[in-house]
């Protein structure tokens, strides 16, 4: 079946502005996550849904971030005037569920460059 | 807090040569250990992971890992690289359950093969 999607792939905007980052996670997967992959830093967790609800966002760097889920399947994240600092790869994972040991399935990532 | 170390940041091995990379993480308990590989570009793939059971993990693509618990490592094993697995890396460890539901990455190693 179909794996995890990421539009857009590549993402070059200007400081300042806002973007959307969107995620469709494998179809049945009520799990769904948010990490952001810059360097020096590694893979760093934002954020994590079950269902539509984000149980914790104490991962969001600041709140210029924002994430929904919709429908218990498709997810945006929003950064709002963006800044240089938030230039990175953002990838998006789902499970099955979220309980101990599931495997999280990644998708391509959105590669976000802020000039 | 669970945390992974992966002591080497980059690796060149020469083609059918073995290969080992080194994964520690810091936990109470017997954790969730996984490998995942990221390819130019690409998303992340799972290589293969450890729940419990025997200590030895077979994986996709030839490589295997070794879960000791007295010295928390989970070590990544490949006997002859190919060209084909230069990529990075990356060790993690989780979900835990309960409200712990993100993998805890490593920085990641990235390895080099040589004709």
């Known amino acids: 079946g179909a794996g995890v999607s990421q539009s857009p792939s590549n993402k070059v905007t200007e400081k300042g502005k806002d973007v959307e980052l969107r995620c469709d996670p494998i179809?049945?997967?009520?799990?769904l996550y948010w990490y952001r992959q810059s360097l020096g830093q590694g893979l760093e967790f934002l954020i994590y849904?079950?269902?539509?609800?984000?149980?914790?966002k104490s991962g969001l760097p600041s709140d210029r971030f924002s994430a929904e889920r919709t429908g218990g399947s498709v997810s945006t994240l929003t950064i709002q005037r963006t800044q240089q600092e938030d230039s990175a790869v953002y990838l998006c994972?789902?499970?099955?569920?979220?309980?101990?040991?599931?495997?999280?399935?990644f998708g391509p990532g959105t590669r976000l460059t802020v000039l | 807090a669970q945390s992974v170390t992966q002591p080497d940041i980059h690796i060149t091995v020469s083609e059918g040569a073995s290969l080992e990379l080194r994964c520690n993480y810091s936990y109470g308990a017997t954790p969730y250990l996984f490998w995942y590989v990221q390819s130019p570009g690409q998303g992340l793939q799972l290589l293969l992971k450890?729940?419990?059971?025997?200590?030895l993990v077979q994986g996709i693509k030839g490589f295997e890992a070794e879960f000791k618990r007295s010295q928390s490592s989970f070590n990544l094993r490949k006997p002859s690289v190919h060209w084909s697995d230069a990529a990075e890396y990356f060790c993690a460890v989780g979900p835990l359950g309960g409200s712990n539901y993100k993998l805890t990455f490593g920085k990641g190693t990235l390895l080099t093969v040589n004709p």
């Open positions: 179809s049945g997967h009520t799990a």
């Open positions: 994972a789902s499970s099955f569920t979220s309980g101990s040991g599931n495997e999280q399935f």
């Open positions: 450890y729940f419990s059971g025997d200590t």
């Open positions: 849904f079950q269902g539509n609800s984000a149980p914790d």
